[in-house]
Structure formats: structure tokens, C-alpha cells
Nanobody, 117 residues
């Protein structure tokens, strides 16, 4: 089973920035929409941002104007640039692919993002 590998999380102060990466070791990366999700303690996993195989992007209202999703198909890597971070962005961040029927990869370990005030 294919499992994405997320990295780049850490502890940052309010207003700071982080860049997350997600690598998928499977050729299907380039033909799949890719999404970033996050899950805060005691809450359900939520969709943060998504990018289709041809570059159409969408964001959750809570991160619009602060987060930027991008992808490098040559490297099978998905990115999430996070700026102006807020305490409510604290969560474990995951990525996964989607071809219209829900997540297509086994969920990875995620990467922890903690924003301190």
C-alpha cells in the first residue's frame, strides 16, 4: 500500500511561517488531485486545500490568503506554504490523493504543526 510521507511541521510563533511537504512514491501522483488535511485534538479531520492534476486550486475559508498549495509532479511532491499562522492552525497535517472516490492512499503519519501565542 502506498503511504504519503509528510514533513516540515514544527513549533512556530503566531504570525510565523512553515512549509510542509508530502511525497508519494507512486506514479499515480501526477494524475491525481492532491489534498492537504488537518486534524486538531478532539476534532474531525478537515480539508485545508486541494490541487487538481491540472492545477485547479481550492482552499478552506479559514486559510484563504494565508496558505498556498502547490505541486511538483517531477518530484511526486505536494507542498503547503503556510504564512501568518494562528493558534487555531495547530493540528497534525496530512496529505492524500483523490480521483473522485475519496482518499486513494493509506494515511501517513502526518506532520505536527504547533502555533504558540
Amino acid at each position: 500500500q502506498v503511504q504519503p510521507v509528510e514533513s516540515g511541521g514544527g513549533l512556530v510563533q503566531v504570525g510565523g511561517s512553515l512549509r510542509l511537504s508530502c511525497t508519494v512514491s507512486r506514479w499515480t501522483f501526477s494524475i491525481s488531485a492532491m489534498n492537504w488535511f488537518r486534524q486538531a485534538p478532539g476534532k474531525q479531520r478537515e480539508l485545508v486545500a486541494g490541487i487538481t492534476s491540472n492545477g485547479i486550486i481550492n482552499y478552506a475559508d479559514s486559510v484563504k490568503g494565508r496558505f498556498t498549495i502547490s505541486r511538483d509532479n517531477d518530484k511526486n511532491t505536494l507542498y503547503l506554504q503556510m504564512n501568518s499562522l494562528k493558534p487555531e492552525d495547530t493540528a497534525v497535517y496530512y496529505c492524500n490523493g483523490d480521483r473522485g472516490l475519496g482518499p486513494i492512499y493509506t494515511w501517513g503519519q502526518g506532520t505536527q504543526v504547533t502555533v504558540s501565542s
